[in-house]
């Protein structure tokens, strides 16, 4: 079967830096997604990742390493707004997308 | 530019009654999608559209109908509603298919079913 796998929930501190991990066997791949979504809202797209390597945007950093499948965002500099779900996501073979359940991460002051 | 818009953004419903969601996209694509969001899993493709006047089942179909008569518009629809059914439901769209294509989701409708 497909799997995504990550942390149900993490906690940081305001101005440090956290790794959000995905790990997922999938029938293919087609490239990984990580999203985030604030409570009661919508996801929004963060990175995409298909070739092997960091992808970095600014406070935020992706991570894909194909052979091991396994992905992970980088937040530096955390802020109270970062303070939200972060899903990753894979386009498998047929370009369906796998979602993980999410990661809640809370930023303490 | 609206992006994507749902309607109703809440519902409350007694089991066995129907309801229809309305999703519309002003962006002219091709592709739309209804998800569902249940607390500790993760999205779950319910129906999706490669087009208008397509449609095909998803992860999760069961209990639910849709139909896409016009590109802009996918609607979901429930014909007896059930308890299970509860849950927070999204309406995405992507320009077409491929894998790199990001999905522009709509702001939620949460469905409660009694």
């Known amino acids: 079967g497909q799997n995504i796998d990550q942390p149900t929930e993490m906690t940081a501190t305001e101005g440090a830096i956290v790794q959000i991990n995905c790990t997922y066997q999938?029938?293919?791949?087609?490239?990984l997604f990580w999203y985030q979504q604030h409570a009661g809202e919508a996801p929004t797209f963060l990175s995409y990742?298909?070739l092997d390597g960091l992808e970095e945007k600014g406070r935020f950093s992706s991570f894909l390493s194909r052979s091991k499948g396994y992905s992970y965002l980088l937040l530096k500099e955390l802020q109270m707004k970062d303070s939200a779900s972060y899903l990753c996501a894979v386009s498998d073979s047929n370009y369906q997308l796998i979602w993980g359940a999410g990661t809640k991460l809370i930023i303490k002051p | 530019n609206a992006g994507v818009t749902q309607t109703p953004k809440f519902r409350v419903l007694k089991t066995g009654q129907s309801m229809t969601l309305l999703c519309a996209q002003d962006m002219n694509h091709e592709y739309m999608y209804w998800y569902r969001q249940d607390p500790g899993m993760g999205l779950r493709l319910i129906h999706y559209?490669?087009?208008?006047?397509?449609?095909a089942k998803g992860e999760v179909p069961d209990g639910y109908n849709v139909s896409r008569l016009k590109k802009q518009n996918f609607l979901l629809g429930l014909e007896s509603a059930a308890p299970s059914q509860t849950s927070v439901y999204f309406c995405?769209?992507?320009?077409?298919?491929?894998?790199?294509?990001?999905?522009?989701f709509g702001a939620g409708s949460r469905l409660t079913v009694l």
């Open positions: 990742n298909v």
């Open positions: 999938t029938s293919g791949f087609n490239g």
């Open positions: 559209s490669v087009g208008e006047g397509t449609t």
């Open positions: 995405a769209s992507t320009k077409d298919g491929s894998g790199a294509n990001v999905l522009t």
